[in-house]
């Protein structure tokens, strides 16, 4: 298929943790946590990521570091995956779709979101026949390439894809999410290159899987346990073109996921976010690129 080329973002926003907490159980992860978070660990593991960004930056592999305050009473909102999915129109205008989160309390942090899009020129825009869209949690581009995964099941619908895929004239590939553990597909799915991916076989139907199989030359499977006990297929990677090196930062501790990076030739850096995934959240959750 011939795909047009898509221009990467090079800013990475996070938002803080100050509100950050577990409240109920939205996913397997966070069962028996409620009130288990040691805010200060939190606090820091946040800030270590932060610093790699930071660190990335003066390397010059991204732009800048942006933040958005947590807000009193949206204990989740530091997962900024979720909320919202940021592109160029055609004329390289910015775009934005909001989410329409699953969880009432979730619901809350989109306005916060919008508001951040708004100081920065970006066009917001409302779905408008899908109830469920959880933004890049479910949403991952194809490096480099104009065309988008979107995983449904349990945060997003099937129907949001129709839609999203009319604003952004894009291609989307929706894959269906099958196991309660893989709830969204940035917990289960890294593309790595034009060409390579590793992936959870568990989180998908075999329909899914021959999809994938279509768009990436080489898949490297990880193994269920691996990807659910060190949330290795939520790492962050950036292989850009006018970069000098690859890199990838994730939770310490997996195997198959870290050889997978060395193969590809990534310079791996690994973290500590278990305060986050109590909660259910690595790496990438705790981000998101925008232009
Ligand atoms: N506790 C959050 C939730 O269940 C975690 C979100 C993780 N984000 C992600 N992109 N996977 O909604």
Redesign the pocket.
């Known amino acids: 298929m011939d795909l047009k080329t898509r221009k990467e973002p090079r800013k990475v926003l996070m938002c803080s943790p100050d509100f950050f907490d577990i409240i109920d159980v939205?996913?397997p992860y966070?069962l028996g946590n409620s009130g288990q978070v040691n805010k200060i660990e939190a606090r820091k593991q946040w800030e270590t990521l932060k610093n790699v960004y930071e660190n990335w930056v003066a390397n010059s592999y991204l732009d800048e570091v942006l933040v958005i305050d947590g807000a009193e009473n949206c204990e989740?909102m530091v997962?900024c995956?979720?909320q919202s999915f940021p592109f160029l129109d055609e004329k390289n205008n910015k775009q934005v779709i909001l989410s329409k989160m699953k969880?009432a309390s979730?619901q809350k942090e989109v306005p916060y979101f919008k508001a951040f899009y708004n100081r920065l020129n970006y066009n917001c825009i409302e779905l408008q026949n899908t109830e469920l869209f959880e933004g890049m949690?479910d949403t991952i581009p194809h490096p480099g390439k104009q065309l988008y995964y979107g995983g449904y099941g349990h945060r997003s619908n099937a129907d949001a894809y129709e839609e999203i895929s009319k604003i952004t004239q894009t291609p989307i590939i929706s894959l269906e999410l099958v196991s309660d553990h893989f709830y969204?597909l940035?917990?289960c799915f890294v593309p790595l290159s034009e060409n390579a991916v590793m992936l959870c076989k568990e989180a998908f139907t075999d329909e899914g899987i021959n999809q994938i199989k279509i768009y990436f030359k080489t898949l490297y499977f990880i193994d269920e346990q691996e990807a659910i006990s060190t949330f290795c297929l939520?790492a962050h990677v950036i292989n850009y073109p006018e970069n000098k090196k690859k890199v990838a930062v994730l939770q310490k501790g997996s195997v198959q996921a870290k050889q997978a990076l060395l193969n590809e030739g990534f310079e791996i850096e690994e973290i500590e976010t278990s305060a986050f995934m109590k909660?259910?959240?690595s790496v990438?959750?705790m981000k998101m690129m925008i232009y």
């Open positions: 939205k996913n966070m989740d997962f995956a979720n969880h979730r949690g969204h940035d917990t939520n909660s259910g959240g990438f959750c």
